[in-house]
């Protein structure tokens, strides 16, 4: 009997590790491998034979990793190269010494493009025998075809409780203030969105709509003529018409040739200050609480979660 293996990549979220509970949970129900390895550290730890033996995890363990956020198993950032077939065929070695027929790979867009990738190779040298599947998780949101990905739930549900509190907290005073929380979402603004939900957001800016600093200005200066106060939702991924994001003067970038955000917040305060349209202005970044928070997990994200992996 052939062997499966499971594994996590990219960043974690509240409910990734439902998705390997569920993997684990329905090899016991249903024996159609012999073990089920957990590879550490995603691709990264699978080329150096990083594994974990899943095959036996009892009930308790399997109700407790479902509920644990982030990475159980840890993840990568590593970047499989379609050029660089010796990445490529030191993984068919592995998943040939290991027995390995089916591999089961958890994360977001390049993870899922990691999964193309290995495929790709498999049928173009003839490989037969090995399997990939990609399991979607993104707290952004941003998978295409799917009409939601697991950990964007848990993730909103932060985000709007977040943006409720906090709204509680500027809204005590009489002076005029400004608020600003920035969310993650590079190129998708659902997270941003979640702080709708709330009902007591004024103003949103999002990666999908080309930032008007002008217009923006006039639309802050109404809100601030009319109750002295403005609350603000901005994604970290807001951009100009030009696709320069707002926090471009910060902007590096990761292995995949992402550019690695987070500043627009601040960005968006320095042109407020300097319009002179808010003399008080707080910013307020969730950068990694809003992703893996176990106290704000949504039931049906871990349920999805958890299926996915069935």
């Given at each position: 009997?052939?062997?499966?293996?499971?594994?996590?990549?990219?960043?974690?979220?509240?409910?990734?590790?439902?998705?390997?509970?569920?993997?684990?949970?329905?090899?016991?129900?249903?024996?159609?491998?012999?073990?089920?390895?957990?590879?550490?550290?995603?691709?990264?730890?699978?080329?150096?034979?990083?594994?974990?033996d899943l095959t036996d995890m009892s009930e308790e363990e399997n109700l407790i990793l479902r509920q644990t956020p982030a990475a159980a198993l840890g993840s990568c950032r590593y970047k499989l190269l379609?050029?660089?077939?010796?990445?490529?065929?030191?993984?068919?070695?592995?998943?040939?010494?290991?027995?390995?027929?089916?591999?089961?790979?958890?994360?977001?867009?390049?993870?899922?493009?990691?999964?193309?990738?290995?495929?790709?190779?498999?049928?173009?040298?003839?490989?037969?025998?090995?399997?990939?599947v990609g399991c979607p998780k993104t707290v952004d949101n941003d998978l295409m075809v799917i009409d939601h990905s697991p950990g964007y739930a848990s993730a909103a549900k932060f985000i709007a409780n977040?943006?409720?509190?906090?709204?509680?907290?500027?809204?005590?005073?009489?002076?005029?203030?400004?608020?600003?929380?920035?969310?993650?979402?590079?190129?998708?603004?659902?997270?941003?969105?979640?702080?709708?939900?709330?009902?007591?957001?004024?103003?949103?800016?999002?990666?999908?709509?080309?930032?008007?600093?002008?217009?923006?200005?006039?639309?802050?200066?109404?809100?601030?003529?009319?109750?002295?106060?403005?609350?603000?939702?901005?994604?970290?991924?807001?951009?100009?018409?030009?696709?320069?994001?707002?926090?471009?003067?910060?902007?590096?970038?990761?292995?995949?040739?992402?550019?690695?955000?987070?500043?627009?917040?601040?960005?968006?305060?320095?042109?407020?200050?300097?319009?002179?349209?808010?003399?008080?202005?707080?910013?307020?970044?969730?950068?990694?609480?809003?992703?893996?928070?176990?106290?704000?997990?949504?039931?049906?994200?871990?349920?999805?979660?958890?299926?996915?992996?069935?």
């Amino acid at each position: 009997m052939a062997n499966a293996l499971v594994a996590q990549s990219g960043g974690p979220s509240s409910v990734i590790n439902a998705t390997i509970a569920g993997v684990v949970k329905a090899n016991q129900l249903n024996p159609v491998y012999g073990k089920v390895y957990g590879g550490l550290h995603g691709i990264e730890g699978i080329l150096q034979e990083m594994f974990y033996d899943l095959t036996d995890m009892s009930e308790e363990e399997n109700l407790i990793l479902r509920q644990t956020p982030a990475a159980a198993l840890g993840s990568c950032r590593y970047k499989l190269l379609r050029e660089n077939e010796a990445d490529f065929k030191r993984l068919f070695e592995v998943m040939e010494k290991y027995d390995i027929e089916v591999m089961f790979y958890t994360g977001g867009n390049d993870s899922m493009d990691t999964v193309a990738a290995l495929s790709e190779y498999a049928a173009k040298h003839n490989i037969e025998g090995r399997r990939f599947v990609g399991c979607p998780k993104t707290v952004d949101n941003d998978l295409m075809v799917i009409d939601h990905s697991p950990g964007y739930a848990s993730a909103a549900k932060f985000i709007a409780n977040t943006a409720y509190q906090t709204w509680q907290d500027y809204n005590v005073y009489t002076r005029q203030e400004v608020f600003i929380l920035e969310t993650m979402g590079r190129d998708a603004g659902w997270l941003a969105a979640a702080g709708a939900l709330t009902g007591v957001v004024d103003l949103m800016v999002f990666p999908e709509v080309p930032f008007d600093k002008e217009v923006f200005l006039a639309e802050l200066k109404k809100h601030i003529d009319e109750k002295n106060k403005c609350y603000i939702v901005i994604s970290e991924g807001a951009r100009y018409e030009d696709g320069t994001y707002l926090s471009a003067a910060e902007s590096k970038h990761d292995t995949f040739g992402h550019a690695i955000l987070g500043g627009s917040g601040e960005a968006l305060k320095s042109i407020i200050m300097n319009s002179g349209t808010a003399e008080r202005v707080k910013v307020q970044d969730l950068s990694t609480a809003q992703r893996s928070h176990a106290s704000e997990q949504s039931l049906v994200d871990v349920s999805e979660s958890f299926k996915l992996g069935m």
